[in-house]
């Protein structure tokens, strides 16, 4: 009987605590919308998994390692634990993953369109925004953010789930999980959150504006870019230089032409297999004491915010640009100016096409959307250059 009573205590349903079964749910409902909806499968599927695994009580997958008073190790830490601290915590994960996009990125329509660099630069305007957001509501006492914490929070603007990623981890290690989640979250709707902010903000007339070609870019010019961005922003900001070194690295890779077989590597199985750890280790930081609190609520909304304010920053840069040019901009691709790579793109072509169903945009969509990954990259520089420290 003792040893019965002693086989139940061991279980897990005997040590469940309330707080872990609301996330195992949460978790389940991640692999939900990530199966069932198609949100953001690559890094839901992983993060909804990890989230069950982590909560499981008794397992310790996510437990840290036990020394003695000599530093002698007693226990070993957890899967997710070590998965955490090799990959998330020292930023490699998210910095692999960065080489695999630019191995993936095409610089050809940012180049044959240089003026949409500065739209890309206009939806950082949420980052920004959020982070004096996050510390207002700090200020007044509605939540209680760091100045960190905003900087954290403020990067899910950018629509961008590594760079997000990569500085909470830096920054604001416990708050890893619902940021990612939110970042993901938000890229996976960009459908849905962008197009009424376009409509408001634009007339049918705008909407149907027709751009001229882009101009054909040579090879050179897209192997001197990389370089050439990487030597400028180490030079400027060298706090944004490992997102954006690795970024180019993986550019350079695909435009040289002599590495083939490293840049399809980059592109497919280095950035699948970092993508599986990435997403454990963010599922590591999704315990009941992480996640289910007010801030979390708190870095939802704003982070649907800092969204909604890059998507109408870039429209509204459009249609400034549009009063100095004599070169129209269809300010639809000013929303493409967050860095959800395609996804942004392809949502301003298809507004597009709705107004006009011979208006092609996606092409001169994409200049935005590439430019949009280095503002986020800069950006992240920027806050970890100001707080950081």
Not at 115 to 133: E, M, P, S
Not at 139 to 150: E, N, Q, T
Not at 203 to 211: A, F, L, S
Not at 275 to 284: A, K, M, N, Q, R
């Amino acid at each position: 009987m003792e040893k019965l009573i002693g086989l139940w205590l061991d279980s897990g349903l005997s040590q469940m605590a309330s707080g872990q079964a609301i996330m195992m749910a949460v978790g389940l409902v991640l692999l939900y919308l990530a199966i069932r909806r198609g949100f953001e499968p690559l890094l839901l599927v992983p993060i909804g998994f990890g989230t069950v695994l982590v909560n499981i009580p008794g397992a310790g997958f996510d437990a840290a390692p036990i020394y003695d008073a000599l530093g002698h190790l007693q226990q070993p830490g957890g899967l997710m634990y070590y998965i955490y601290e090799v990959g998330i915590a020292t930023g490699i994960f998210p910095l692999l993953i960065f080489m695999g996009v630019g191995a993936m990125t095409d610089f050809g329509p940012m180049l044959g369109n240089p003026k949409t660099l500065f739209l890309g630069a206009a939806a950082q305007f949420g980052i920004f925004a959020t982070v004096f957001g996050a510390i207002g509501l700090s200020y007044f006492g509605v939540l209680d953010f760091s100045i960190r914490d905003a900087a954290s929070i403020g990067i899910i603007g950018g629509a961008d789930g590594p760079t997000a990623i990569y500085v909470t981890g830096l920054l604001s290690p416990d708050l890893l999980g619902a940021i990612a989640v939110a970042a993901y979250s938000y890229m996976a709707l960009v459908p849905i959150i962008q197009p009424p902010i376009m409509k408001l903000l634009t007339t049918e007339k705008e909407r149907m504006i027709r751009m001229e070609q882009l101009r054909p870019v040579s090879k050179t010019e897209k192997i001197i870019f990389p370089l050439t961005l990487l030597m400028l922003v180490a030079l400027l900001l060298p706090t944004a230089a490992p997102l954006l070194g690795m970024f180019c690295l993986g550019n350079l890779m695909r435009e040289c032409g002599v590495v083939a077989r490293l840049s399809d590597t980059t592109q497919n199985a280095l950035i699948n297999t970092v993508t599986i750890f990435l997403g454990l280790g963010v599922g590591s930081k999704m315990s009941a004491d992480k996640f289910l609190n007010a801030e979390t609520l708190g870095i939802l909304l704003l982070g649907v915010i800092a969204f909604a304010i890059g998507t109408a920053a870039g429209v509204l840069m459009a249609k400034l640009m549009n009063m100095l040019s004599k070169h129209p901009i269809n300010p639809l691709i000013g929303s493409a100016g967050v860095s959800a790579v395609p996804m942004a793109a392809r949502v301003s072509n298809k507004m597009g096409l709705m107004s006009d169903p011979h208006n092609y945009l996606l092409m001169h969509a994409m200049g935005p959307n590439v430019a949009g990954v280095i503002g986020s990259a800069v950006a992240a520089g920027v806050m970890i250059s100001l707080v950081g420290g």
